[in-house]
């Protein structure tokens, strides 16, 4: 929450896009009437539709960069293109219902992406994710 409001705060409507998964309870919805909101991904079944527009939106972005990085592109642009935030909150929970091309989708954005202006803001609930332990203990 705190980080995403603190860029809407930060940046003109015009810099900054947000695609958000809430596996929670619900609390990303304040985000929906936000410009620059892509949408929120709220169950499982819409996830197909996500990495359909996600995977569109990545395909566009190398187009339109033609091998250069985004702030290239930008500093000789007098329209920038805005940063792009995917939101996944509970992110433990979401990895666990995609299947392995979407893994690994996932995990190829989070490498490549900046690139792109495309960056993760992820949340994770301790013991979401199986096998890892807390940093810290209560």
Same mark, same amino acid.
């Given at each position: 929450?705190? *980080?995403?409001?603190?860029?809407?705060?930060?940046?003109?409507?015009?810099? /900054? *896009?947000?695609?958000?998964?809430? *596996?929670?309870?619900? $609390?990303?919805?304040?985000? #929906?009437? *936000?410009?620059?909101?892509?949408?929120?991904?709220?169950?499982?079944?819409?996830?197909? =539709?996500?990495?359909?527009?996600?995977?569109?939106?990545? $395909?566009?972005?190398?187009?339109?960069?033609?091998?250069?990085? /985004?702030?290239?592109?930008?500093?000789?642009?007098?329209?920038?293109?805005?940063? /792009?935030?995917?939101?996944?909150?509970?992110?433990?929970?979401?990895?666990?219902?995609?299947?392995? $091309?979407?893994?690994?989708?996932?995990?190829?954005?989070?490498? #490549?992406? /900046?690139?792109?202006?495309?960056?993760? =803001?992820? $949340?994770?609930?301790?013991?979401? =994710?199986?096998?890892?332990?807390?940093?810290?203990?209560?």
């Amino acid at each position: 929450h705190t *980080m995403l409001w603190q860029l809407y705060t930060k940046y003109q409507p015009k810099q /900054i *896009m947000a695609a958000v998964i809430d *596996m929670g309870q619900g $609390s990303m919805k304040c985000f #929906e009437s *936000m410009p620059g909101c892509l949408g929120i991904l709220r169950n499982e079944k819409d996830k197909d =539709i996500f990495f359909y527009h996600v995977k569109k939106l990545v $395909s566009d972005r190398k187009e339109l960069l033609g091998g250069i990085n /985004i702030e290239q592109y930008n500093r000789a642009k007098e329209n920038p293109l805005p940063l /792009i935030f995917l939101v996944i909150d509970h992110f433990g929970a979401f990895f666990k219902l995609l299947n392995d $091309s979407q893994q690994e989708f996932l995990i190829r954005l989070g490498a #490549e992406g /900046i690139g792109y202006g495309i960056y993760f =803001i992820l $949340s994770a609930a301790p013991g979401e =994710i199986p096998g890892k332990r807390p940093l810290y203990h209560r």
